[in-house]
């Protein structure tokens, strides 16, 4: 069987992942064709990795064919090169999630998926669980929302902290609204909850709330949709990104796999 061609888009901790999962053999359908990175040195290391080519730009990359585009770079750069590659009939795995905030972006990549018999593929990064939540979504009229615990640290450097978040000695809610109010104040730190509002009942309708937690490693996400007579709830808890890059190795897995789940 004719392998599927990979272009990797972004060249970090999280693209190393989908390279070492290739390399071990987890994704023995494809043949990686190319790396493209912000960092030409550490695009050439993992292209080195993978044996194939380190691509200066997103054209290069795109003359090598790709059937599919896994991306684990960021938000600016789903922007900057999503329509293009739907539009050279590559499929796009999408990683920062964050970039669909946009609503006009999300639409004109949709329309540029369709057009030219692409697809996009929303990875589920951090969280997951998105199947069920769309089930109940599809229902009835849902609610839905997320729930997010983090320390205090990792608010440093956004619209939502204060200094004094660090010596508190008791939990502290730095945010409650919704999904598009959240995309609005910090829009390239939300990719969980865009992801949970695109599955379930848009952004204006999802609600977030943020909760800041004295030494708190790492990342509690939980999210619930629900219906009279039916509840689902999906909470992961995480003190690494790696489950990120994982998340794009299941969804390649996914698209080839004769059973999908």
Not at 42 to 47: I, K, Q, S, W
Request: net charge negative; aromatic share 6%.
């Amino acid at each position: 069987m004719e392998k599927k061609r990979l272009g990797i888009l972004g060249s970090g901790f999280l693209s190393g992942i989908v390279v070492d999962a290739w390399k071990q053999g987890q994704l023995p359908e494809y043949e990686i064709v190319g790396v493209l990175g912000r960092n030409q040195a550490t695009a050439e290391e993992l292209a080195g990795k993978a044996g194939c080519r380190a691509c200066g730009t997103l054209e290069e990359m795109l003359s090598q064919k790709p059937d599919y585009v896994a991306e684990a770079a960021s938000v600016q750069l789903v922007k900057e090169s999503a329509e293009a590659i739907l539009a050279a009939g590559a499929s796009l795995i999408v990683l920062s999630i964050g970039a669909f905030a946009d609503a006009a972006f999300y639409e004109r990549a949709k329309e540029t998926a369709r057009a030219h018999g692409s697809r996009i593929y929303i990875a589920s990064g951090a969280v997951g669980g998105f199947d069920v939540l769309r089930t109940v979504s599809l229902m009835g009229q849902a609610t839905a929302g997320i729930e997010t615990r983090k320390g205090p640290k990792s608010l440093q450097g956004t619209p939502l902290f204060e200094e004094h978040l660090m010596e508190d000695q008791e939990e502290s809610l730095v945010f409650s609204g919704n999904a598009a109010e959240a995309i609005a104040l910090l829009p390239t730190k939300v990719n969980v909850a865009v992801a949970s509002a695109l599955a379930t009942v848009g952004p204006e309708a999802a609600s977030v709330r943020i909760t800041s937690v004295p030494d708190f490693v790492g990342d509690d996400h939980k999210i619930t949709a629900e219906i009279p007579g039916v509840k689902a709830v999906v909470d992961i808890y995480s003190s690494t990104s790696a489950i990120a890059g994982w998340s794009v190795v299941a969804v390649l897995r996914n698209i080839v796999s004769p059973v999908v789940f």
